[in-house]
């Protein structure tokens, strides 16, 4: 069963979800894990895109948008409309909603912060997991 975190940020900045969505990655990625980062739209898939080149200058995590293309084993998958092409550890879900595929992980992580719709649908998300018997894990950060 997949197991999930929620990591509870301070501040209401979308970039702070975003480059703490990039330092998870890189840990997973370096533990040799596989990420998927789902995502609400293009325009943000775009900017992890770009956040993944640039949040550490020290930092290099392989990475690519999931367009449906090949991905040829890449470690780092960033995608918002359907589920990722193959099986993969971890989900980094910075969508509102869950994702239909989120069972097919070993874990997830959840990110919120103190914007009111984002702490609402994570109240929201946290509910529906609880519900159906999820193991639950709560971080602030």
Known sequence: M???????????QENERQVFACRLAEKAYKLGKHVYIHTQNSQQSEIINQTLWSFRADSFVPHQLNDGQESDGCPVLIGHDG?????????????????????QFERMAELINDDEDIKLAG????????????DLETFRI
């Open 123 to 134: 109240r929201e998300r946290f509910q529906f997991y609880r519900q159906r018997g999820y």
């Open 2 to 12: 997949t197991r999930i975190s929620f990591y509870v940020l301070k501040g209401q």
């Open 83 to 103: 589920k990722p092409p193959r099986l993969m550890d971890l989900l980094i879900n910075l969508d509102a909603t869950q994702p239909l595929f989120f069972s």
